[in-house]
């Protein structure tokens, strides 16, 4: 099949079910849309839910500014044991009491706020981090371990949600977190933090960049729908980015095509230096930067992306 052979050109809004990875979840997608281009923002483990915007045809050339977005997540988190891959799936490497103060709903929510902020989190051990152009999952696959380096990350926004103390303790809590924010670390610095141990005993991600799970559509639908009725399924690719919006007039179209610098409309001004979403007729046609009273190309899509709701 030649590369784009569906014609299609959209982002899927999916809702990952647990125990699948995400490129189960484009090969899924490839075969239902016959589409061999398509490619995932934002990995989420296997035992993780939620949503996770996959992209299809030529739109895959958004992924690079659809992976930069701030993400919100529902997690749990269970204390008294720790496991190696800091998530239920991982094999128990250690085991502590849990203080009684973290059954108390008023304690838990002081941890958690104080949370909020930079913080300076090391990835886990079975992570997709580099060092010296190795990985850190394979080299713990193999019995072996890399020395990471921590990475600044930013949580947002930390509520718990929920508190149960039986058979375990479990804190379910809402996250609003910045890109790279491990939420496995989270749960286990958590732990060594309280006098005990924690990992993350589930998760569900529930909002990247403007999109959010209840705008998510499941694989049975995206498969029902088939190559002829996935475009009704697309979700709004300006939403997704998260960038102000330009409407180009028809007869710029073509030079935008070209790659020709255009002129920025006045209400743009202000934009100097960011990037913007171009599109007309009801397609994304490109991202541009405002500069010097002009728009410069930075990505331009070739056939545009489907799914822009009215300007």
Known sequence: MRRNASGLSGLLAVAKPAGMTSHDVVDRVRRATGERRVGHAGTLDPMATGLLLVAVGPATRLNQYLTGHDKEYRARIAFGTATDTDDAEGRVICQSPVPEAL???????????????????????????????????????????????????????????????????????????????????????????????????????????????????????????????????????????????????????????????????????????????????????SVHRVQGGGLVAMTVIDGGVAGCKEA
């Open 103 to 285: 059954t108390d709903p008023g304690f838990a929510q002081t941890q958690l706020r104080a949370l909020i902020g930079d913080l300076e989190q090391v990835p886990p051990a079975y992570s997709a981090v580099k060092r010296q152009g190795r990985k850190a999952y394979e080299v713990a696959r193999a019995g072996g371990e890399l020395e990471l380096e921590p990475r600044t990350v930013t949580v947002y926004q930390a509520d718990l949600v929920s508190l149960a103390a039986d058979p375990v303790v479990e804190w379910t809590v809402d996250l609003r977190v910045s890109k790279g924010t491990y939420i496995r670390a989270l749960a286990r610095d958590l732990g060594r933090a309280l006098g005990s141990a924690a990992h993350l005993a589930g998760l569900q991600r529930r909002q990247s960049g403007r999109v959010r799970l209840e705008d998510a559509v499941s694989l049975e639908q995206v498969e029902a729908a088939g190559p002829q009725g996935v475009e009704a399924l697309f979700c709004d690719p300006v939403a997704a980015l998260g960038l102000p919006r330009i409407e180009l007039p028809a007869d710029l179209v073509a030079p935008l095509r070209q790659g020709k610098r255009l002129p920025a409309p006045g209400d743009a001004l202000a934009l100097e230096g960011l990037p913007v979403a171009v599109t007309s007729g009801g397609r994304l046609l």
